[in-house]
């Protein structure tokens, strides 16, 4: 069974860092698949931050290109997401997410399979 777990949250002034991990057991069950992370603050709709391929290809939205940066290790399992210079406005529930698809959109409606979300607070 596919499962998403989350780590790596917490609280940071502006301008730090944080990376958030997700063991994701998705590995095991499809060699061609989409994982994401996600993000959703108070009052809004959960967006797309991060998408990467089973052949590594990676899109990022606007508002995160070049400071966060999302990369796989297929042995270890794991998902990561490095949060660089981060801003008042990226705090949210951060939730990676997997779908067994080949084209990765950040589309939450798309993906099958979603962790429990980790906290990350940037105050200013």
């Known amino acids: 069974q596919v499962q998403l777990v989350e780590s790596g949250g917490g609280s940071v002034q502006a301008g730090g860092s944080l990376r958030l991990s997700c063991a994701a057991f998705?590995?095991?069950?499809?060699?061609?698949?989409?994982m994401g992370w996600f993000r959703q603050a108070p009052g809004k709709e959960r967006e797309g931050v991060a998408t990467?391929?089973?052949?590594?290809?990676?899109s990022y939205a606007d508002s995160v290109k070049g400071r966060f940066t999302i990369s796989q290790d297929n042995a270890k399992n794991t998902l990561y997401l490095q949060m660089n210079s981060l801003k008042p406005e990226d705090t949210a529930m951060y939730y990676c997410?997997?779908?067994?698809?080949?084209?990765?959109?950040?589309?939450?409606?798309?993906?099958?399979?979603w962790g429990q979300g980790t906290q990350v607070t940037v105050s200013s």
């Open positions: 997410a997997a779908a067994p698809r080949r084209y990765c959109y950040p589309d939450p409606a798309l993906y099958d399979y």
């Open positions: 998705v590995y095991y069950y499809y060699s061609t698949y989409c």
């Open positions: 990467i391929d089973s052949d590594g290809s990676t």
